[in-house]
């Protein structure tokens, strides 16, 4: 009974290049949150989406960040032109429908701008 | 806008002996609370729950206090154990969206 799964773990990125996190859910799970937990923290909200739809982007930067949950595969979260501010590590949660406070947390990206 | 505070960033405690940690909040719309065990390069576990409606929860060694007029939580484990040496979030909803805490770094002593 696999878990969140989260891709890649580590994922270096210069200055202006894309940086691409993959989420795939708990099996069961349609819905899937994404939050960013920066340096001595807590974990930040960021985007919450059920398949196909985004639910609520409110804590997600308007400029260069954008999540996608499409119909098959997994959740993409997706960073334009990095810049070094973006260097944290970015979890992906799931629960399941009509369980909204029951997320389950994947073990992370962590991104590295250089 | 720091909703949820942990306000101590360690706890250091002797083996077998209570860990107690203690979370603030300031959102009186919060219903549900959470805490979340996270070791190194891993995501956060859940570890145990309290709904607004009550005041106490309790699971194994774990149990949750819920002061409400004192937007006050606290976690006990008891008997703390070498394996329990992790940081502790405490979280925090009143829909899907989690506010944490910035977490209490427990270090277990044999």
């Known amino acids: 009974n696999a878990g969140v799964m989260q891709n890649p773990r580590h994922l270096v990125r210069r200055r202006g290049q894309e940086a691409r996190l993959r989420c795939s859910p708990m099996?069961?799970?349609?819905?899937v949150y994404w939050y960013r937990q920066l340096p001595e923290e807590g974990l930040k909200f960021m985007v919450y989406?059920?398949?196909?739809?985004?639910?609520?982007e409110s804590g997600m930067p308007k400029e260069r960040f954008s999540a996608e949950f499409p119909k098959e595969g997994p959740s993409i979260l997706r960073i334009q032109q990095v810049v070094r501010g973006d260097s944290a590590a970015y979890f992906c949660?799931?629960?399941?429908?009509?369980?909204?406070?029951?997320?389950?947390f994947g073990p992370g990206t962590r991104l590295t701008v250089t | 806008d720091q909703q949820v505070k942990q306000n101590s960033p360690s706890l250091s405690v002797q083996e077998g002996r209570i860990s107690i940690l203690n979370c603030d909040y300031t959102?009186?719309?919060?219903?549900?609370f959470l805490w979340y065990k996270k070791y190194p390069a891993e995501g956060p576990t859940f570890l145990i729950s309290?709904?607004?409606?009550?005041d106490k929860n309790e699971d194994g060694r774990f149990t949750v206090f819920l002061n409400k007029s004192a937007k006050h939580l606290s976690l006990h484990i008891v008997p703390s154990q070498p394996g329990d040496s992790a940081v502790y979030f405490c979280?925090?909803?009143?829909?899907?969206?989690?506010?944490f805490g910035a977490g209490t770094t427990v270090t277990v002593r044999a």
């Open positions: 959102n009186s719309m919060f219903d549900y």
């Open positions: 989406l059920q398949k196909e739809n985004i639910i609520d």
């Open positions: 099996k069961g799970h349609s819905h």
């Open positions: 979280a925090a909803t009143n829909d899907y969206k989690l506010s």
């Open positions: 949660a799931s629960s399941p429908l009509g369980a909204s406070y029951e997320q389950y």
């Open positions: 309290i709904s607004s409606i009550k």
